[in-house]
């Protein structure tokens, strides 16, 4: 089970469009991004750049053959060098359209650094429960890269693909940029798991069963006990493991879980609003209403109002 919690985490993510770019830098350069609400990706093809948040962390540097990817689009400087002045992100693609590609020049020839960067839009209603404690930066270095033949090939015919203009390409983008994504995920649940709790927290062999009963099986009547002789594990551990890895207690990951599931549903008008409570776990309507309107402040009927969709996003393959 501990093979699939990765998929079944990320089941509920819906990405909808991708903008991606080459970048060809030379000399002293920089840019300094912004906060936005994507998932960014940066593969460095050729030469290398220093990324840098606004805080007092380290710079962290970027090689060739590198992949860094920010799962909340934090804000991020990326540059030549420490301390080179920077442009703003904002001031290069000023007239950049919604979705699709460009090539991008910054600083002077001789251009000898490529980077390919992607920002990968979700619906925000699909967004993993588990997401928001993954880490700002995951970073798989080339070395890990090599053992993964399906990720190496994708990034490596990324850069002629994105310059085509035939039927489907639009499409065929943003699922190779979503394979790219996915499979990041994994090598850092994988291999990276000991930099953050959320990545130890899918790749530790209790706590795992639990997220995939969570996930997979969200309409059952779980409960803290149940989750834990699922991880196997006494009640007292697994409820203390699964706070500090997860960042929250079962039973409210839990919660989440089902009114995630209960947003989606809402939003898509074909399933009776009277049957979403039992089909996402609620033993009565009274039980689901409250709990929503407490997360929310509105109805579920209000909700489905406010959030009825002319047609359902492009939903992932994970």
Known sequence: MRDDVLSEVLRPLWLTDVFHSTWRAGGQWGVEGHDDSCAIVHYMAD?????????????????????????????????????????????????????????????????????????????????????????????IRDRFLKGESLLVRTLESLPAEVERTAPGSRLV?????????????????EQLADESPALQALHHPGI????????????????????????????????????????????????LRRLQEARRQLADTSVPLHEIARL????????????????YAMTPGEYRSRHRTAAAPIRTTA
């Open 280 to 295: 996402i776990g609620y033993g009565s309507q009274v039980g689901f209403h409250l709990a929503f309107r407490k997360e």
């Open 208 to 255: 795992s069963k639990a997220l995939m009963a969570i996930h997979g099986s969200y309409g059952n009547p779980w409960t803290v006990e149940s989750l834990a002789r699922e991880a196997g594990m006494s009640r007292s551990v697994f409820a203390q493991l699964f706070r500090e890895l997860v960042g929250q207690p079962p039973m409210r990951h839990l919660t």
């Open 47 to 139: 030469g290398g750049c220093v990324v840098a948040f606004d805080d007092d962390s380290e710079p962290v540097s970027l090689n060739e053959g590198d992949l860094a990817v920010f799962p909340h689009g934090t804000a991020h400087t990326f540059a030549a060098e420490p301390g080179v002045p920077a442009t703003p992100l904002s001031a290069l693609l000023a007239h950049r359209a919604p979705s699709g590609s460009r090539v991008i020049t910054v600083g002077t020839p001789p251009y000898r650094t490529r980077m390919l960067c992607a920002s990968l839009r979700y619906c925000a209603v699909g967004e993993p429960v588990l997401y928001s404690a993954l880490p700002r930066l995951i970073l």
């Open 173 to 189: 983008t943003l699922r190779a940029f979503e394979t790219v994504f996915i499979l990041s995920l994994r090598i850092a649940m």
